[in-house]
């Protein structure tokens, strides 16, 4: 069985690489991770660093989203 990268990147404003860490883990706390959430990466087996394909990681709209958008004509 193959065994896959997936990399979250995460851009955190802070002062210093210490004020960069407490900011994220409060943001991991309090559920908002994200704010500061970038893009996630997949790399293949054996792929070399930097060689990572952009995916996108949002789960699919539930039923009751896609009933209102099917009601009110918006794609």
Do not use: C, S
């Not at 994220?24 to 792929?47: C, N, Q, S, T």
């Not at 990572?52 to 958008?69: H, I, S, Y």
């Amino acid at each position: 069985m193959a065994i896959y990268t997936i990399i979250r990147v995460y851009e955190v404003p802070a002062e210093n690489q210490q004020q960069a860490t407490d900011r994220m883990l409060e943001a991991l706390v309090l559920h908002v991770e994200k704010d500061f959430h970038v893009k996630d990466v997949i790399r293949d087996p054996g792929a070399k660093p930097g060689q990572g394909k952009e995916v996108k990681l949002t789960p699919p709209p539930g039923w009751l989203t896609l009933a209102l958008r099917q009601l009110t004509g918006k794609a």
